[in-house]
């Protein structure tokens, strides 16, 4: 499939692309900082500003500004695209100087109530499961070595790190087959889906760093295997949550830490929901393709997301940078009806969930496969492991 099919719109030339002004939206990020501090000094229901943004009003800012459908010209030059990476390097420093700051301030804030020191460090986990294990997505893609070890210490501060090696090695690899735990089974409801992918992703992340170093005859204890890396990074975390903010500040660590590992997995369960690779038969399957990642082109959330809806294309080539992902229409690419904040809340909700999205599955089905008559083995994820 040549980019040239994606629309027929023309693509925004790279210097317009290149603008400080149409870089800008997607900074938006940051304004959720002093969202958050202003939860910390004034407390009461102010500490639901920072969740109630990030789901709600970019949820009605995507109902008032609409789609984006516009696409950049992907030859745009890395150096045209300075802005854009800029604030995907900026959010690391960002983030950790306010996780730190709350580790020393929060657990000893007499002005707080237990309470409010739980709900602070939710909106954190919002924060950095929405934007910075987002961010380090963006990051761990990158051929620099430096952003690579900015996406892990992000992960890592939500002590999930493997999830790096697991999205590298094993979904991009294996999304939409049996092999990929991501990619969440027609009528799997959330709450099956969540305990089921915290696990299987942690080994089957472990089992391809394994495997890899099996390959070059070295065992899993060698000091290449990147877990050493990862234990050692959340290890460090952990003893300077512990050194903030003492046993108090230990438990709200990890509370946002899970606030962000559900976050994650959330939209994890949205981009690939019911959609499933055709079997070819003897364990091959046919190309990663648009048709097998959901997309969305609802703007403010695009731009709160950094493009991550332009799921689509992400998987059809992972080495983009994301102001260069490209939106598909629903000829080459199944579309989700709202942006990732309304379907991540409607995904909390099974029996709505399977209302809005079960049609949708059966409708690509028709629409791409119709030769296929019996889609139970796919519903099961029964199918032959891929080779």
């Known amino acids: 499939m040549a980019d040239g099919s994606l629309s027929q719109r023309p693509f925004l030339s790279p210097d317009k692309v290149s603008r400080l002004s149409a870089a800008l939206p997607f900074w938006m990020s940051l304004a959720l900082i002093p969202v958050l501090w202003l939860g910390v000094m004034l407390g009461g229901w102010w500490i639901a500003l920072t969740p109630l943004m990030t789901w709600y009003l970019f949820s009605a800012l995507d109902a008032a500004l609409g789609v984006n459908i516009d696409n950049a010209d992907p030859e745009t030059e890395e150096n045209q695209l300075f802005w854009y990476r800029l604030v995907t390097l900026v959010w690391l420093p960002v983030q950790l100087a306010t996780l730190v700051a709350l580790l020393a301030y929060v657990p000893d804030a007499s002005h707080l109530g ?87 992703s942690l080994t089957s992340a472990f089992e391809a760093e394994r495997a890899m170093l099996a390959r070059k005859g070295l065992p899993w204890t060698h000091h290449r295997n990147p877990f050493w890396q990862y234990w050692g990074l959340q290890a460090g975390f952990l003893l300077l949550a512990v050194g903030l903010g003492g046993w108090t500040g230990l438990g709200l660590f990890l509370l946002q830490a899970g606030v962000a590992i559900w976050q994650l997995e959330l939209v994890n369960y949205v981009e690939h929901y019911g959609l499933t690779r055709e079997h070819l038969g003897d364990g091959k399957y046919e190309h990663v393709k648009p048709r097998h990642s959901w997309n969305a082109a609802q703007k403010a959330s695009n731009w709160l997301l950094i493009n991550l809806q332009r799921h689509s294309d992400h998987h059809y080539k992972p080495d983009r ?28 909700v099974p029996p709505v969930w399977r209302r809005v999205m079960n049609p949708r599955v059966r409708a690509w089905r028709k629409q791409f496969y119709p030769h296929v008559e019996d889609w139970s083995a796919y519903n099961k994820h029964a199918t032959p492991m891929p080779r």
Not at 125 to 142: A, C, D, F, K, W
Not at 322 to 348: I, R, S
């Open 114 to 200: 237990t309470a409010e020191k739980i709900w602070i460090f939710f909106g954190m986990g919002v924060v950095s499961g929405t934007i910075g294990i987002n961010y380090s997505h963006e990051l761990m893609h990158q051929k620099n070595k430096w952003e690579r070890l900015l996406g892990d210490i992000l992960l890592a501060s939500v002590l999930y790190s493997h999830f790096r090696s697991e999205h590298l090695h094993v979904h991009h690899r294996y999304v939409g087959t049996p092999r990929d735990p991501v990619t969440a089974r027609y009528n799997e409801g959330f709450h099956r889906f969540y305990p089921r992918v915290l696990w299987q």
């Open 321 to 348: 940078r994301f102001p260069l992902l490209q939106n598909y229409d629903e000829d080459e690419a199944p579309q989700l009806p709202y942006g990732y904040p309304v379907m991540t809340m409607a995904a909390m």
